[in-house]
C-alpha cells in the first residue's frame, strides 16, 4: 500500500491544500463583496421592479452574460495583464484571486438576483406601507427575507470556486488543482491524482453541509 | 346607473351616522380621482374618475368583484397605487401633491393590513410589531419594546412575542398585521381583503378586534372584501363597486336592505343564500296579496303583526323570513302573503308603524 503512495509528498499536499483554501476564502470573499450589490441592483432595476431602470439593467446584463458565457480557462489567460496590475504578478494564490472573483461575481449577482425575486412582493408592499426608503426595504426587509436563498448561492459559487482553483492551476496558481496536472496527469503519478481529487471531493463535502445547515438554520418557513 | 343615497332613512333608525355631519370632518377626499394602466402602448381604466368622502372615525366598505377597482381606490389612498388623475385629499393634506420623504411620514400615519398579511418570515412576532417603528426611528429601544409589549396584549398575542409566523394560525398572523398596523399610532387604517384568507369563524374574531380597534381607538377604517357580511357586521357605510366605478353608496342599512343597483342585490343574495328564481316560483302557488316588510331598531321585535292581523282582519302567512344584526342594530326581513280583510287598511297601519313595506304582488 505505502508502496502505491510512494509518489505522494505530504509537506507538499499540505501546502497545495492551504493555497487551494486560500485562493476559495480570498476570492469567496471578494465575490460576496463585489456580487452581492450587483445582485442587489440587478433586482431593483430590473423589469417591474422598485427601481426600474431599462438602460441599465439591460447595459449591467449584457456584462454578466459576457462574463459568464467566457471559459474561465480563456478568462485566466486574457486577464493575464490585469491581473499583474492589480497585484503586481499573475502567479500563485495572489494571481489567482482577481480572474477567480471575476469569474465567480457575475454568476453569483445573477443568483442574488433571483433569491431576491423569490421574496413576496407582498413583503416589498408592506414595507412601503409603512414608510421605507428602499434602502429600508433592502436593508430591513429584502436581504433578511432572502438570507437562506443567499446562503444557498454562497454555497454554490464556493463550491464553483473549487473547481475554478483547479483550473487556474495551469497558469500557475498552485493548489490541489495544480499538483493534480503537474504530477497526476503530466507525470503519470495516478497515485497523487487520487489524494487531490480526494481530498477536494472532501472540500466540497464540507462546503455544501455547511451551506446546507446554515440554510436550515436561517430558514423560518 | 348609480344610485348614491343621501341615507336619511338610515340617519333615522340608526346611531347618528357620520355622514349626517360637517363635511370638515371628513378624513379621506377623493376628487376625481381615477387610474389608468398603460399597457403595450393602451390605456386600461382600473378606476374611473371617482369622487368620494370617509368621515372621521367610521368604518367605510368597498365591495365589488376581482376586477372592480376596490384594491385600485385602496391603494390610491396611501399611494401604493399613483392616480392618473385627480386628487387625493387624506387629514387635510394633498396626498397627490407629497414629494418621496414627504409620503414616507404621511404613510407613517396610514396603517394597513393585508390580504396574505405580509408578514417577514424571517423576524419574531415581535420584530415584525416593532418594525415600522425601527424604520421610523424616533423612539428608543425601550419604548418600541413597550409599544410592542402594549400592542400585543390589545391583539391577544402576549404569549407569542418570540415565535416566528410560520408557527402561527391565519388568524393569529392577521392579529400580528393588525398589531404592526397600529404601531405607528395611525388615525386610518386600510384593510386590504383582510379577512378573505380566514375561515368564518376567525373571520368573526378579525372582525369583531376591527370594530373594537375603532371604537375604542377612533380610527377611521376603510376596508375591501367581496363578502357582504362583512360590511355588514362592521361597516357604518358602503360604496359598491362594479367595473372601475361606484354603483351605489350609502349607508349600510340602506343599501343592504334596499339594495338598488343589480351587482348590489347580486351581492345581497348571495349574503342571503336566496335564489331568486327558485322563490318566485315557490310564490306562484301562494294565493293573495305578497309583502315584503322590513323593520329595524326596536320595531323588530314590536308585536305588531298580531295587532294589526286583529284589527283589520288580515289573515297573513309567512313565506320567508331573517332576523339578524347590522352592526349593532337589530332588523327583520320578512315577506308575507295577505289574504282576505281590509288589506289596504293593514298596509296603511303597517306603513305607519315605520316599517318598510315593498309589494312583490299585488
Known amino acids: 500500500m505505502n508502496e502505491f503512495f510512494s509518489n505522494v509528498d505530504p509537506g507538499e499536499i499540505w501546502l497545495a491544500t492551504v493555497d487551494t ?138 463550491i464553483t470556486l473549487v473547481s475554478y482553483t483547479a483550473m487556474a492551476g495551469v497558469v500557475g496558481a498552485g493548489g490541489l488543482g495544480d499538483l493534480a496536472i503537474r504530477f497526476g496527469y503530466q507525470r503519470f503519478q495516478t497515485d497523487v491524482m487520487i489524494v487531490t481529487v480526494a481530498l477536494l471531493l472532501v472540500l466540497v463535502q464540507i462546503l455544501q453541509s455547511i451551506g446546507d445547515r446554515l440554510v436550515v438554520h436561517f430558514s423560518r418557513r | 346607473m348609480s344610485a348614491v343615497r343621501a341615507g336619511k332613512l338610515g340617519a333615522f333608525f340608526f346611531r347618528p351616522q357620520p355622514e349626517s355631519s360637517s363635511r370638515a370632518r371628513d378624513v379621506i377626499e377623493l376628487r376625481q380621482a381615477g387610474k389608468t394602466y398603460r399597457v403595450d402602448g393602451r390605456d386600461i381604466p382600473a378606476l374611473q374618475p371617482t369622487d368620494l368622502r370617509v368621515a372621521g372615525g367610521e368604518i367605510f366598505g368597498l365591495i365589488g368583484h376581482s376586477g372592480a377597482g376596490k384594491s385600485t381606490l385602496l391603494r390610491l389612498i396611501n399611494r401604493l397605487e399613483e392616480p392618473s388623475a385627480g386628487r387625493i385629499v387624506v387629514d387635510g393634506e394633498d396626498v397627490t401633491a407629497l414629494d418621496a420623504a414627504g409620503l414616507r411620514a404621511f404613510r407613517r400615519r396610514v396603517g394597513m393590513i393585508f390580504q396574505h398579511f405580509n408578514l417577514l418570515s424571517s423576524k419574531t412576532v415581535a420584530d415584525n410589531i416593532a418594525m415600522p417603528l425601527q424604520l421610523a426611528g424616533s423612539l428608543g429601544r425601550r419604548q418600541i419594546a413597550e409599544r410592542v409589549d402594549g400592542l400585543l396584549a390589545r391583539v391577544g398575542l402576549e404569549a407569542h412575542a418570540g415565535k416566528y409566523p410560520a408557527q402561527l394560525s391565519g388568524g393569529q398572523k392577521q392579529r400580528v398585521g393588525i398589531a404592526r398596523a397600529l404601531a405607528t399610532e395611525p388615525k386610518i387604517l386600510l384593510c386590504d381583503e383582510a379577512t378573505s384568507a380566514l375561515d368564518p369563524q376567525t373571520t368573526a374574531q378579525v372582525l369583531q378586534l376591527l370594530d373594537g380597534i375603532n371604537r375604542e381607538l377612533g380610527l377611521t377604517i376603510v376596508l375591501i372584501t367581496h363578502e357582504m357580511d ?70 323588530t321585535y314590536a308585536p305588531l303583526l298580531g295587532s294589526v292581523a286583529r284589527d283589520t282582519g288580515v289573515d297573513f302567512s309567512i313565506l320567508a323570513g331573517r332576523i339578524d344584526h347590522i352592526k349593532d342594530t337589530p332588523y327583520g326581513q320578512l315577506t308575507l302573503a295577505l289574504i282576505g ?21 299585488a
Open chain 2, 230 to 299: 362583512v360590511i355588514r357586521r362592521v361597516c357604518d357605510r358602503v360604496a359598491v363597486m362594479d367595473a372601475g366605478r361606484i354603483v351605489e353608496l350609502g349607508p349600510v342599512g340602506d343599501v343592504f336592505l334596499h339594495p338598488q343597483h343589480p351587482t348590489t342585490r347580486r351581492f345581497v343574495l348571495e349574503a342571503e343564500q336566496i335564489d331568486e328564481h327558485e322563490q318566485r316560483a315557490d310564490f306562484a302557488h301562494v294565493a293573495g296579496r305578497i309583502v315584503r316588510l322590513t323593520f329595524r331598531g326596536e320595531a
Open chain 1, 21 to 158: 483554501l486560500l485562493m476559495l476564502g480570498g476570492s469567496l470573499l471578494f465575490t460576496v463583496l463585489f456580487g452581492l450589490p450587483l445582485g442587489v441592483l440587478l433586482f431593483l432595476t430590473g423589469p417591474r421592479q422598485m427601481f426600474e431602470r431599462r438602460g441599465l439593467y439591460r447595459l449591467l446584463s449584457v456584462l454578466v452574460n459576457a462574463l459568464r458565457s467566457l471559459p474561465f480557462i480563456i478568462l485566466l489567460i486574457v486577464m493575464i495583464p490585469l491581473t499583474v496590475l492589480l497585484t503586481g504578478t499573475s502567479l500563485g494564490v495572489a494571481g489567482a484571486i482577481p480572474p477567480l472573483v471575476a469569474g465567480a461575481t457575475p454568476f453569483f449577482a445573477r443568483l442574488v438576483e433571483t433569491a431576491l425575486r423569490e421574496v413576496d412582493r407582498g413583503i416589498i408592499e408592506a414595507s412601503q406601507a409603512m414608510g421605507a426608503t428602499t434602502r429600508q426595504i433592502v436593508v430591513d426587509a429584502l436581504l433578511p427575507e432572502a438570507r437562506p436563498g443567499i446562503i444557498a448561492a454562497i454555497t454554490i459559487t464556493a
Open chain 2, 341 to 361: 280583510g281590509d288589506i289596504d287598511a293593514a298596509q296603511r297601519r303597517l306603513a305607519e308603524a315605520e316599517v318598510h313595506l315593498e309589494v312583490l304582488r
